[in-house]
């Protein structure tokens, strides 16, 4: 590795904890195969149902991962739902779903048929079977309840912060089911992890500020003179345009510093992660084709456009073909009033 983000040693003392304090001592409940084969059914039809990109990419592993990387899907949409939905009990709701899906204590119904119940038996299998870290489950929930009561972030510091308990879990989890190297693989899994989800603040600034939320650290908006107001009228300006380009670089930076992790997964899941990475990535592309109106208009990729993609990335895929590369030193920064820009 050439360089690293001065934010990333945080994060990465963060999923070192979660190994060096692995308790997952769970035992799933004694259940008859049909029952978890629906569980592992349900969870297919809750990620076919929730994203397209994440369904296709899955569906490039083999059975027995497929279905556990579908359940570490579930588990993540059903955590999200609780919060989304905006409940007046959606803290002690994510609780109660923490108990259910993480604890060992915790009991199982021997006949479950609702949703959660089904979820939380898949997932718990699934974290039994591939040995993960019952830690990482535990940050990507509290990454999750952040969103009850933080709205604004002041730094690109901060909101890496909130991306690792989001999403670089996931990427950290998904790991052990895809199966890797080692532990030298984690910086590779958080950089893919932050991307993704800056990917997604970028593509759905509008949403999130139509439910209360700005993610956009407020120190890069300022120095790029925009505010909140800039943000609540929706107007796509030569500033925005400008703060935009800077932002879609930088993930873009953070995709290509993340890709030669590849190399280091278990060579049949290679090309699932390198899907899900690249076609991610493509939604960057569709935000630039709408002028960087991400207040009304959502970034889009097409099926075509995902299916055309795939014989490339299977070609880089298969023979690891992401190189390391140099990071700019803005990038490094993590900071804008340390970038010059």
Same mark, same amino acid.
């Given at each position: ?6 934010? &990333? ?21 004694? %259940? ?21 990109? +994440? ?13 556990? *990387?579908?359940?570490?899907?579930? +588990? ?6 609780? %919060?989304? !939905? ?29 949703? &959660? ?7 718990? /299998? ?14 990507? %929930? ?6 009850? !009561? ?14 690792? @308990? ?6 950290? #989890? ?7 190297? @080692?532990?030298?693989?984690?910086? =590779?899994?958080? !950089? ?14 509008? &949403?999130?500020?139509?439910? @209360? ?5 407020? $120190? $890069? ?8 107001? /800039?943000?609540?009228? @929706?107007? *796509?300006? $030569?500033?925005?345009?400008?703060? #935009? ?5 930088? *993930? ?18 290679? +090309? ?7 076609? =991610? ?12 109106? *991400? ?28 190189? $390391? ?17």
């Amino acid at each position: 590795m050439v360089n690293q983000f001065q934010w &990333e040693g945080t994060l990465l003392c963060l999923a070192r904890k979660a190994l060096e304090h692995d308790r997952n001592d769970d035992h799933p409940p004694q %259940v008859n195969a049909l029952q978890l084969q629906a569980a592992y059914r349900y969870c297919q039809a809750v990620t076919k149902a929730n994203s397209k990109t +994440f369904y296709l990419a899955s569906s490039l592993l083999p059975p027995s991962k497929r279905q556990s *990387v579908q359940a570490l899907y579930a +588990f993540c949409r059903l955590t999200d739902d609780i %919060v989304d !939905r905006g409940q007046s009990d959606s803290g002690l709701r994510l609780e109660q779903w923490e108990k259910q899906t993480i604890q060992p204590s915790s009991h199982h119904p021997k006949h479950a048929t609702d949703p &959660e119940s089904l979820v939380a038996l898949a997932w718990r /299998d699934t974290r039994k079977r591939h040995n993960v870290p019952a830690l990482y489950a535990e940050q990507l %929930v509290r990454g999750v309840a952040s969103d009850l !009561r933080k709205k604004r972030y002041e730094t690109f510091n901060e909101l890496a912060a909130y991306c690792y @308990g989001v999403a670089c879990t996931v990427g950290l #989890m998904s790991m052990h089911i895809v199966g890797h190297d @080692g532990p030298q693989a984690m910086p =590779y899994a958080i !950089r893919l992890g932050v991307a993704l989800q800056l990917t997604n603040i970028l593509r759905d600034v509008g &949403e999130d500020w139509r439910m @209360g939320r700005l993610y956009l650290p407020r $120190e $890069e908006l300022e120095a790029f003179g925009l505010t909140e107001s /800039d943000i609540s009228r @929706g107007v *796509v300006t $030569e500033k925005w345009r400008e703060f #935009m380009r800077f932002q879609v670089e930088r *993930v873009r930076i953070l995709y290509a510093s993340a890709m030669p992790g590849i190399a280091m997964l278990h060579p049949d899941g290679r +090309f699932a992660i390198a899907a899900a990475a690249e076609l =991610y990535q493509a939604i960057l592309v569709e935000i630039e084709t709408n002028d960087y109106d *991400v207040f009304s208009r959502r970034a889009v990729v097409s099926k075509w456009d995902k299916l055309r993609r795939l014989p490339g990335i299977w070609g880089r895929a298969r023979q690891a073909q992401y190189p $390391e590369i140099h990071i700019p030193a803005v990038i490094l920064a993590g900071n804008s009033k340390q970038t010059n820009i």
